[in-house]
């Protein structure tokens, strides 16, 4: 039936589809009638990057009306696959799962066949499965979606709406066992520089490594990975921090990606946004991160820094069993990096990262037919005998937290939060370095509430979130809370954390139309508002929002807004002085846009 633009009727072209399996696989054959073959869109991309006609199945293997598999292929033949998390609420597209698929254009439009290894899903054993399952296409020159199961337009998630995939019998778990050596050399000449020894035309390397999948269950999985090859990986975009603080980049490394879902533990996310929606208790971009240490080296002087910190070993043991524990645990250990320093015909090593080892616990449990849950995580960091030059960095730090959230009413309702708090430990450098860094700041001017303590060797800090919301059955929804995180709170050993000594609330109310209509497919309007105030009590901000966005009936779309910030004070702005009173702002935008062109207008007004 079709989903959008129309909900719950007949939809253009019909599609039809079968699913069989044997021991090793389950197979999937789709057909997607289409009146004017001539016009289906074939378009070639990179996987999990196209446009075009496509058609796509969702697994709830755990069938816990959360997490899905996602294997989608275009007319094109292109693969995407996807898992979803937090009933459809993230999509992660960074897994990649191994799995074979074929389509085919003919005189009655156009078929698919995939072909997935039970290997790649997750599943408890039990004599006969039953999975949650849906099936989307996507016709592209009318931007209609149908579906299998009815899939209203004012339903709290995706997942959750899933069918019932039964009489999946005697299913064997599989014996999961994947063992990847591998060795990579490299050899790169370039024009010599003159004086310098480590530039002299050519640099060559020879790696070794081990990467390893072992099923313990099923549902339960160990990766190992020795001095991981992480060449392979798709590079992060450029990007400069002018503001400052730190900037928030994907994982993309498969060891990582894996089971990532359940180690996610963010701190304040909001549908309202503006709530540092990133900050994250585990990021484990932090594993294998650039040395921390430069050494400081004179005009006469040559040095060769390492570009990143060896990862000599981690194992990862995670999954969720068909009970609904979700578990979670990462050891990991990075080498000790030393910078070579040339200096008239003499070498020095300097330590510029020491031996780290990290570890990371999450334990979660469903309850209440899926629709509440319950977790918490710890983390740990210790680093190795720590040098004088490397004195500014922590010798140890722990965080955790508890966080839960219960749905009722079909899902529709929601309570949830968490709390968090933190520990470092270091030398009385490494906690100044701490509390005068751009997260912090004890040392700026005129903020009586905090204060810059050079004897201190350690800090500990806490932080939260807390919402209430509702989001389906009806037209409207919305969301509001409150998110909180201490002076002394520090995540950025192995989380994510842009900054501390902030308490927000905010209230997200969303309207929009279930129907289209004579000039509209779909309508949404929404209405944001934030307060923030410091620990000290200074009320720092207040920002109004309003924006709307349409689908016409010809499927452009457009939106517009504006942004009303009457009250604006900033205590980072000036690295440490006093507090800083900002103009009242105002700013205003507008797109338009059809499939993927666009015209972009904003204009910002300044009230002084």
Known sequence: MESRPDEN???????????????????????????????????????????????????????????????????????????????????????????????????????????????????????????GFQVMRRHFREEERSVWQRLPQDVGGFVSEFGELQGLIDLEPQKQLEIQPYSVGSVKTYEAEEGNPFRDGNDGNLTVGLDAKIGITNDLTMDVTINPDFGQVEADPSAIALDGFQIFFEEQRPFFVENKNIFDYRVSSSQAGNTFGSDNLFYSRRIGRSPQGYPEVSDTEFIDQPENTNIIGAAKFSGKTKNGWSIGVLESVTGKKQATIWNEGEYRKEVVEPLTNYFVGRLQKDFNNRNTFVGGMVTATHRGPLTQELDFLHKSAYSGGFDFKHQWNDRDWYVGGNFVWSHVEGSEAAIQNTQESIAHLFQRVGADHVELDVTKTALTGTGGNLQLGKIGNGHWKFETGATWRSPELELNDIGFQRQADDIRHYTWVGYQTLKPDNTFRKVGINYNHWGVWDFGGNFNSLMFNTNSWQNWKNNWFSNFGFSVEPVSYSNYVLRGGPRLRQSPQLSFWNCSLIYMVYKSYRLEFTLN
């Open 9 to 131: 009727t007949t939809p253009s072209n019909k599609t039809r589809f079968k699913v069989t399996y044997d021991r090793k696989f389950i197979y999937v054959g789709i057909q997607c009638l289409d009146n004017e073959p001539e016009k289906i869109v074939k378009r070639l991309s990179r996987r999990d990057g196209f446009d075009g006609d496509w058609v796509g199945i969702f697994i709830d293997s755990y069938h816990d009306k959360r997490t899905a598999f996602g294997f989608i292929v275009s007319a094109a033949g292109v693969k995407g696959d996807v898992f979803e998390s937090n009933n459809g609420g993230d999509e992660d597209a960074s897994w990649n799962p191994i799995w074979y698929t074929k389509t085919h254009v003919d005189a009655e439009g156009w078929t698919a066949e995939m072909k997935i290894p039970l290997s790649q899903l997750k599943f408890g054993k039990s004599k006969e499965q039953v999975w």
